[in-house]
Every structure is written in structure tokens, then in C-alpha cells.
């Protein structure tokens, strides 16, 4: 989108437009921008039918207000989801943080939570209509007072007298995501810099950062909301006793930890726990262990083990009937004999295609059952139950 477009987005003509496509679906639309080019110039229906699509692709993230916020493309795949912006801005409020330079601020997103929990916000990003989008976001979402946008290059930005830098630098290219944090736009090192410029600091990393990158003395968190893990960020000032936090939106739940020694290892017993993956990514599987007082079903596996049921909102516990060497064969008798049709497939270290494996055994009937086939010291097993609930 072009900014003058976006711009006029913003008129009194561009607000009467957008109004016209709130809630339009996909089998209007030819109508609808027939009809309309006939009263609005036609860039104009153009550049109002991009937002609107962007603003129903938004509400996965941003919920109701999406309705009413600006977005680009970047923005929409790349902007924190709504839940864990605030999460984060609740952690910085907690610490005592009044003014924050948000630096790589997208279209505003985070920004918008920290105004929400009362932080005064510089937002900094160098794309000039990403600049003029956050700004709309603020206006429109109330916060404008608490957020002042600025364009600039994040290195020429001066953060002496911020009680917190927070920065999310760019981890796409036009070829797609970047797996080198050198490589991120600011670099990680020069993120780390700038996070340890303030008394407070966060920097938002992929998911998947390898551990030995955590800077020391930092605090690694992980972020899942609703069992899918959506970042990592690494903090600096919070004086963790802990290197390593998952959080567990919604909730929140909260398990510090990472020093714990290897947990024992032994046979499947009634109970198996399927730990969240942000538990797993901060390499935190020994803290459910000792929390369920359980056992690994194989050293190299996240999967716990326990004779008894301990809920633990860090986990998914599934009450297991059947314990058994893996065979298609046996699996598709005991769907068959049980009248399953809806089969759930779950795996860890062993070579199985969960629809190809469904389609082998062809469940049919009214029942359903969790197949979780995994390696083990005595070989791959098949583990067939149900989950206890829902993670508590």
C-alpha cells in the first residue's frame, strides 16, 4: 500500500468506506466494489478492501480491535499477538517501568499494550508508512497521549533516560525468515547493547534461539498462547534466580527454572504428560517431572510418565488403557474392535505420519481415543488414552 493511499484511508471519505466494509465476506466482494466505484474514487476501494482483508486476517491476533486498527502486510504476519503484548507490558509495569523506547516498534501493536498499562511509549521504526500506521493505531485505540512515533533509524536513537528499552528487530527478508541472529534487523548483539543501555531491557528473539545465545545474565522467557509457543524474549534487569521462564497464556502460568539435573528415567505407567512447548523450548521438562513426581519414558523424549494423576497446568495429562509394542497392525484390531472414529495421532522420536498412520487404520465408530506412539528404552510403543481434562 502506498502511504498516500493509507492517508486517505484517514479522511472523513476513506472512515465512510471502510464502515461500508466492515463484516463484508469474500462472495460480496464483486458486488460490493462494483457498487462502490460508482461513489469512491477506485484506488480508494482498492486501498479500503486491502485494509478490511487485513483487518479479518488481524483478529486471530488482535481480537476486537482489530476492527478498528490499520495494518500492512508485514504487519499483520509479523505484530506480537495481542495477549502476549500485554503479558510482556504487564511484566515491564510490574517492574516499576514509567518510559520505554520501543524500537522496531511494526504498526504499534506492542506499543498500544504498554500505553494500556500506563507506560509512556517512544515507538521507533525507519519505514516511514509503518510510522504513519502505528501512529493511526494509537489514535485509534485511545493511547495516543502515551505513545509518540517517531521515524528514525533505531541506532541514531538516543536511550538515556528510559527506565526500559524494549526492541523487536526484523527477522524476515524478501527470501523469508532469518535463522541467524546476526543476521536480524538490528543485529542480536547490537539488540543486547540496547537492552542493557536502560535499567530494564527485553528483546524479542525466534522461538527456536539456541540456548547457548542467551547472553549471560539474561532471563530467557518463552511465550505459548493456547498450547502454540509464539516467542522467545531474553530480559535484562529483572535479577532472575532462574536463566530460564515459560509463560502459559491464557492464565497466565508462570514455571522459572532450567537447573535442575537429568530426570530419572523408567517404564510407561498410568499417567502421561505431555509438557506445553514453552516448557519445553526453555528445557524445563525436569520441573514437570519433580511436579508430577514422574519420570522420563526415554532420556532424549519430552514425555512424562507417572503411576499416579498430578495436574500441573505445564502439561497435558492423558489417562492411558493400553501400553504396546507399535504394530499398524494391532493399532487398526483395536480401532476396529472398539469402534474409534476419531483417532488423535500424537508422536515423539519415532517415524510416523499422523494422516498417513490414520489412514492405514481407517477408525470408524463412535469413540474416540489418543494414540501417542514414542521411543522408549524397550523400543517404539503405542499408547492409547485420554486426556484428563483440560490442562488446569
Not at 63 to 88: C, I, K, L
Request: proline content about 7%; overall charge neutral.
Amino acid at each position: 500500500m502506498e502511504i498516500e493511499s493509507f492517508r486517505a484511508l484517514l479522511t472523513e471519505q476513506g472512515q465512510a468506506l471502510l464502515a461500508e466494509l466492515r463484516g463484508f465476506t469474500a462472495a460480496q466482494e464483486l458486488a460490493l466494489a462494483t457498487r462502490l466505484r460508482r461513489e469512491y474514487p477506485a484506488e480508494l476501494v482498492r486501498a479500503a478492501f486491502e485494509q478490511a482483508r487485513l483487518r479479518q486476517r488481524a483478529e486471530a491476533k488482535f481480537g476486537a480491535d482489530a476492527a478498528a486498527m490499520y495494518f500492512t502486510q508485514a504487519g499483520v504476519e509479523q505484530a506480537t499477538r495481542r495477549s502476549v503484548a500485554e503479558w510482556r507490558a504487564g511484566r515491564f509495569a510490574a517492574l516499576g517501568v514509567r518510559r520505554l523506547a520501543d524500537l522496531c516498534c511494526g504498526i504499534g501493536g506492542d506499543a498500544v499494550a504498554l500505553a494500556r498499562a500506563g507506560i509512556a511509549v517512544l515507538a521507533v521504526d525507519r519505514d516511514e508508512l509503518t510510522c504513519e500506521v502505528a501512529r493511526a493505531n494509537a489514535a485509534a485505540l485511545g493511547v495516543a497521549e502515551l505513545v509518540e512515533v517517531r521515524r528514525a533509524d533505531v541506532a541514531d536513537v538516543d536511550t538515556a533516560g528510559f527506565d526500559a528499552v524494549f526492541t523487536d528487530p526484523a527477522r524476515r527478508t524478501s527470501q523469508g525468515r532469518v535463522f541467524d541472529p546476526e543476521a536480524y534487523s538490528p543485529p542480536l548483539s547490537w539488540a543486547v547493547e540496547a537492552a542493557r543501555s536502560a535499567p530494564f531491557g527485553a528483546l524479542k528473539v525466534a522461538p527456536g534461539v539456541p540456548h547457548e545465545l542467551v547472553p549471560e545474565g539474561a532471563e530467557a522467557e518463552w511465550v505459548s498462547d493456547r498450547g502454540e509457543v509464539k516467542e522467545a524474549v531474553l530480559w535484562f534487569g529483572t535479577a532472575a534466580a532462574e536463566p530460564y521462564r515459560a509463560t502459559l497464556l491464557p492464565g497466565p502460568h508462570s514455571l522459572s527454572g532450567g537447573a535442575l539435573p537429568a530426570p530419572p528415567v523408567g517404564p510407561v505407567g498410568r499417567y502421561l504428560y505431555e509438557p506445553d512447548g514453552a516448557v519445553i523450548r526453555g528445557r524445563m521438562v525436569a520441573e514437570v517431572v519433580a511436579a508430577v513426581g514422574g519420570r522420563l519414558i526415554d532420556p532424549m523424549i519430552a514425555y512424562v510418565t507417572s503411576d499416579e494423576l498430578r495436574p500441573t497446568p505445564y502439561a497435558q495429562a492423558y489417562e492411558l488403557t493400553d501400553v504396546l509394542p507399535f504394530q499398524v497392525k494391532r493399532l487398526k484390531a483395536l480401532v476396529k474392535e472398539r469402534r474409534i472414529g476419531t483417532l488423535v495421532v500424537k508422536k515423539r522420536g519415532a517415524s510416523v505420519v499422523p494422516e498417513e498412520l490414520r489412514r492405514q487404520v481407517r477408525p470408524a465408530g463412535p469413540n474416540a481415543v489418543t494414540v501417542i506412539v514414542a521411543r522408549t528404552a524397550a523400543g517404539p510403543v503405542m499408547m492409547l488414552g485420554q486426556p484428563v481434562g483440560a490442562a488446569t
